[in-house]
């Protein structure tokens, strides 16, 4: 009966945003989808093109739910059923008083499972894009796709995994008119092979030079001066209908440590920027001035006793890339990690643990773990190699008040895991030099995020 009231509602909503949607019909709309950075994507193309188009982004929704909630001008509160009845009674009077006009909407598009409603084929009955992003394909949530893979070796089943995954992401790609675009990341096989037979007019990105925008430089630097991150892209020659051919493109984010495969969210923007008729001067200009990062994501902030802290406690998509990242930083003190669960990996959850163990033990001075996967199949791992110091607490404000004193000058923390429980955020609030900075530099710090952590940290 729950779920069938919980159908009941999403189809309820997505009619009243369809129809919403018709009062746009010259919109362009931009889907983004991969396993991790498409809301890093979704920020960079609107810091790109908000200065000379009206754009609309989903900035708070990527889900079966999130999306027509958006598209109607309405967010949820607290999700308690008086909630969901109050969106309810508002989504036919949004329909007709809401006018809001715009030139291109940004959505984020993320699924959970193969199976509706958390699929691409929900998503794509709510809005289909005529511009779509493929960023890649990893293991985020891969526990729903375990179903799908018969292999028993680990290796080839974590790679059958991601396959699967990835054929249900490029359902967004492979729904394009023959009018669309797509902007597809080249360095992932996955993408390349599935999505090598689309109808729409393709621009590929990537660090090999057949692509149309080819990335040819990362570094990160930090000092006491400035704290940033460079990339560097060459728009080739070889693709007739792309403008600027032959170009370098350096562009330098300030304030945030981020890692290579960022590249690809920016690659994104740029080329859907020159698209959108923008020259490069005015891309470089956008991206360096007036990108905002969603908070969690490769954060500089700086901690007590002269430290850093790389605040990337969102979730745990990419962390083999940020222990990369780090592991590359020149600094005076030490490089340490507090690491929490990456959730929902099904079958996968031990190997993946184990594996990021290792390289972790490989990279940090010392370790500290929170969450049970972590102590279960990371702990023992860095234990046994007997390196490093590895410490297990039980939740992150404990974690994060004896981190707090063990910082020293010149200290660098990496900070990174799950949501679901772990709230890693918090262990940064008892390391920041200025806590009373936590609301403007921190995820989840309303008051309803605020209540379910409380409760969730004090059990």
């Known amino acids: 009966m729950k779920q069938k009231l919980a159908m009941f509602v999403l189809y ?103 199976n509706p409603p958390k699929n691409m084929d929900f998503l794509l009955s709510i809005i289909r894009p005529k511009m779509a992003v493929f960023l890649n394909a990893g293991l985020n949530h891969s526990f729903a796709f375990d179903h799908l893979v018969t292999e028993k070796d680990p290796i080839e089943r974590k790679k059958q995994v991601i396959r699967e995954i990835a054929k249900e992401k490029a359902k967004l790609v492979l729904s394009l008119p023959k009018t669309g675009f797509a902007f597809l990341n080249f360095d992932d096989r996955n993408i390349r092979e599935i999505c090598q037979n689309i109808e729409a007019e393709t621009y590929s990105f990537g660090s090999d030079n057949i692509c149309d925008l080819q990335i040819i430089g990362h570094e990160t630097q930090i000092n006491e001066q400035e704290i940033s991150s460079n990339f560097t892209f060459q728009i080739q020659r070889h693709y007739g209908k792309l403008k600027a051919k032959n170009q370098k493109l350096d562009i330098k984010i300030k304030n945030f440590l981020l890692p290579k495969h960022f590249a690809y969210g920016l690659a994104s923007a740029i080329l859907i920027g020159l698209k959108a008729g923008l020259d490069t001067k005015e891309i470089r200009d956008s991206l360096e001035n007036h990108l905002n990062l969603p908070l969690g994501r490769a954060t500089a902030i700086h901690g007590k006793n002269n430290s850093i802290i790389i605040d990337s406690s969102y979730n745990a998509s990419s962390m083999k890339d940020m222990i990369e990242l780090v592991t590359k930083i020149k600094n005076k003190g030490r490089k340490l990690a507090l690491l929490g669960d990456m959730r929902e990996l099904g079958e996968e959850t031990k190997q993946v643990h184990e594996e990021i163990a290792l390289l972790a033990s490989e990279s940090f001075d010392q370790i500290f773990l929170v969450g049970q996967e972590m102590r279960n199949y990371a702990l023992p791992i860095i234990q046994n190699n007997n390196t490093v110091q590895a ?55 309303n008051s309803w995020w605020l209540s379910i952590k409380s409760q969730a940290l004090t059990k």
């Open 391 to 445: 410490t297990h607490f039980e939740n992150s404000k404990e974690a994060g008040k004896k981190i707090a004193s063990l910082l020293k000058d010149g200290d660098i923390i990496l900070v990174k895991g799950s949501q679901n429980t772990i709230f890693l955020e918090e262990a940064i609030k008892e390391m920041m030099k200025e806590e009373k900075e936590a609301k403007k530099l921190l995820c989840r710090q």
């Open 12 to 114: 309820y909503l997505r009619f009243f945003a369809k129809l919403q949607l018709q009062k746009n019909k010259t919109c362009k709309v931009v889907g983004i989808t991969g396993s991790a950075g498409k809301s890093s994507t979704r920020n960079a193309i609107y810091s790109v093109l908000k200065n000379k188009y009206k754009v609309k982004a989903s900035f708070k929704a990527n889900s079966e739910s999130g999306i027509s909630l958006d598209i109607l001008g309405l967010e949820m509160k607290n999700y308690s059923n008086l909630d969901w009845l109050r969106v309810l009674i508002l989504a036919p009077i949004r329909f007709l008083s809401y006018f809001e006009k715009f030139d291109y909407y940004l959505v984020e598009m993320g699924i959970d499972s193969p």
